[in-house]
């Protein structure tokens, strides 16, 4: 009997355990590909940090493209605005570290949320992961249409003559844009109001029917406004005119020495994502911003490509988060 009783425990139990190794097989095989530099077969995600249009956005796509085109999988754009790209990049960094999770933004993310929040979702050295640098896009300061000043050295004596009755919008705490002005305020010893808003296009619209006066933004969203006429752009922020717009002075040399802010996009993830991988997004990444077709509709936007390599580009987000840091805190500024 009890030979008959082990004799069918055998016959049952043999199946299973053959079962229980071939699921264990298959999920060893699927980690070894992964940490072998291999993706699955289900969509690869770009989150842009910021509303459609816009430069994130299109840098987004065309990385999308690119990448897609050359490793043969999927790369789908997904837009995740919010927290100054903090909410986009939680997601990857709560995502397994597969490779199927990316991010583009400003140097928000990697370099300004630290000191700008007082709590924060991830930590940026441990839990981010710099891919690749993509493009500038240099700040352009620009102002209403009704406003008296025609050049850069009258716009600071009308501001100055002004003090505290002046205001100037932005698309949120935090943005390059609203730094870079706090910056200038700082270094010229202007006073003027912050008026923030959620995304570009506010901003935008309120500078144009006069609600605010002036505004920084980057050559993407500043140059189409100036050629239709819609407000005027009297100022470059960083310290060489760009090709663009030759006929824009820098506020370097009209009439503040020194002033430099130029807003940077790059590509990123979280820690832990195969070094094969890694390679391959920063490789495609970075041939995207230098095709000659995409080099055409930079210039036309004044974005600037700027690829380097990973060990170059990570170095560089360390030395931003210093600068952007000394930004932050002599302004004051925070977004708790």
């Known amino acids: 009997m009890n030979t008959c009783n082990n004799l069918c425990f055998i016959y049952n139990f043999i199946p299973r355990l053959c079962a229980v190794l071939f699921l264990f097989l298959s999920l060893l095989a699927s980690a070894v590909a992964q940490v072998g530099g291999s993706w699955s077969d289900k969509p690869i995600k770009i989150f842009a940090t910021s509303p459609p249009g816009g430069t994130i956005d299109l840098l987004a796509r065309i990385v999308a493209s690119e990448c897609s085109q050359s490793t043969g999988k999927s790369f789908i754009v997904e837009n995740r605005a919010g927290a100054n790209g903090n909410i986009a990049a939680n997601t990857v960094v709560q995502s397994p570290p597969d490779g199927h999770q990316w991010f583009v933004t400003l140097p928000g993310v990697f370099a300004i949320n630290r000191h700008l929040f007082k709590s924060m979702p991830f930590d940026p050295d441990r839990d981010i992961l710099p891919v690749a640098m993509l493009a500038q896009s240099p700040l352009i300061l620009l102002i209403n249409n009704s406003v008296p000043p025609q050049n850069f050295p009258d716009f600071l004596k009308w501001v100055k003559s002004n003090p505290g009755k002046l205001?100037?919008?932005?698309?949120?705490?935090?943005t390059t844009g609203h730094l870079g002005m706090e910056l200038l305020k700082q270094m010229a010893g202007l006073d003027i109001l912050h008026v923030p808003y959620k995304g570009t296009a506010a901003a935008t619209t309120d500078l144009i029917s006069g609600q605010v006066q002036m505004t920084f933004d980057n050559t993407t969203n500043a140059l189409p406004h100036i050629r239709s006429g819609a407000v005027r752009g009297i100022a470059v922020g960083q310290k060489l005119r760009i090709e663009s717009n030759p006929d824009l002075p820098t506020?370097?040399?009209?009439?503040?020495?020194?002033?430099?802010?130029?807003?940077?996009?790059?590509?990123?993830?979280?820690?832990?994502?195969?070094?094969?991988?890694?390679?391959?997004?920063?490789?495609?990444?970075?041939?995207?911003?230098?095709?000659?077709?995409?080099?055409?509709r930079f210039s036309n936007a004044g974005v600037i490509p700027q690829p380097m390599s990973q060990l170059a580009f990570a170095n560089y987000v360390q030395v931003e988060a210093g600068r952007w840091g000394d930004i932050v805190r002599k302004s004051g500024a925070t977004a708790d």
Request: some cysteine.
């Open 251 to 296: 506020i370097h040399e009209a009439g503040v020495p020194n002033f430099e802010v130029i807003p940077w996009f790059a590509i990123g993830t979280r820690t832990g994502v195969a070094k094969e991988i890694v390679d391959k997004v920063h490789a495609c990444a970075s041939a995207s911003v230098i095709k000659p077709e995409n080099q055409k």
């Open 167 to 174: 205001s100037y919008s932005s698309a949120g705490i935090g």
